[in-house]
């Protein structure tokens, strides 16, 4: 029994000594592919020394959601190995793969790597960014690029610890679970060369932070909610509190941030909408009114040194007690107003830039029609006053995924729907 114990013993400190000298370096990628847009249909061809094993990531969305997609092959004079997507899903996936290639029996030295689909083969992908690296990252090494792909193109990695390329997590995956929704945020990486600073958000566009200066380098501002609905709650006497709640976390110097809100997501009047500091327990400590900067309504958050939790407030008046809804990156056609008489369609969803707006309105109204692109920028405005029933045609210039809205002169949303120029 004795031996058996020293044995034990003998194994969990052997195990501590190989967890203390796993490499935790980061490393950059063999090859990179870093569009400036998303790239629809992709077929992207490099030859590669063939590896005993490689990891590859993949920023894709899928048009297709209930089809297999080519992901990338990976070939050599003697086999081919084609990796499809394995998860049916809508929106925009960070896809990690650790594959071990088939022994090459020819010993040939080279292979070829193809990222998308054949050329010939119609594959409705979104690609934003892709990685090659010929080895086998260990979990750290993994974690490091993972966390740089999420914060660049705001996708909320999968109850993992963010880490910078310190080593540094950046976002603990169980101190802030409650917050694990929605993740964006700014920060300086050196190393992979990333200086945001401006948030982004493939997943949700409600808010976003931004600072005026570039953040020192390795420095960072995480922002996650709660997940709770956009709805409004009595708060006290005459104010309503919104039931979502924010927490920003920092790491390192932070600069001055601003909070901006995106018009239509909580109330038809932004300008009334007030930013509310909170406790850890969800107690009031003070409130900020909007201010504007460059035709945005933006709020000056208080000196980021600690985790800073908010919501938003407004008199009960201007908070309606219907659910508010968000402006979703990647809904489909879905109107924010109850009013079934309004019929408004757009076509076509996939364009090589052209597409008509058709709109015929229970009654006369003025329009504004907004195209966003995917990280939330507006990139077209158009006014049309006092129309019923028109007609819009448009144009966009430059591949990528975009956001058209249709709202009144209230701000109030009548539509929303993602189109795709290719």
Known sequence: MRKKFLFILLGA??????????????????????PDTAMLNPYLSDSVSVPEAYTMMMVYHSLMPDSMLQLWSFTTDSDSCII?????????????????????????????????????????????????????????????????????HGITLSRSNYLSTQGTVIWDARSYRDFYHHIQGVGSDPFYHYYATQSVSLEESSLFIF???????????????????LDWRPYDRNMAMLQRRWMLHPTGDVPTLFLSVSPNTFLDNVD?????????????????????????????????????????????????????????????GNTADSESEDRISLTPAITHGSFVLDMNLAFERTLVISIHDATGKLVQRHRIDATANCQFSGFINGQGSYVVTVSDDRNTVLFNQQIVVY
């Open 13 to 34: 400190a052997v195990s501590a000594v190989a967890m203390h000298h796993v490499n935790k370096s980061p490393l950059c990628p063999a090859i990179w592919y870093k």
């Open 211 to 229: 600072s005026e200066d570039t953040l020192p380098s390795f420095s960072y501002a995480l922002l996650g909610d709660d997940n709770a609905p």
């Open 272 to 332: 009334t909408l007030l930013l509310a500091i909170l406790t850890e327990e969800d107690e009031l400590i003070t409130v900020i009114p909007p201010g504007n900067m460059d035709s945005l309504v933006t709020y000056a958050l208080p000196s980021v040194t600690t985790d800073i939790y908010f919501s938003f407030m407004s008199r009960f008046e201007h908070a309606t007690p219907k659910r508010s809804h968000n402006p979703d990156h990647f809904s489909n």
């Open 84 to 152: 499809s997507n394995r998860r049916q899903s809508s929106i925009p996936l960070i896809y990690t793969m650790y594959h071990t290639p088939p022994v090459d029996t020819t010993r040939t030295r080279s292979a070829h790597l193809h990222i998308g689909s054949e050329p010939d083969t119609v594959n409705r992908m979104l690609m934003y960014e892709a990685a090659y690296f010929p080895i086998t990252l260990n979990r750290p090494q993994a974690l490091m690029f993972q966390t740089y792909l999420a914060l660049r």
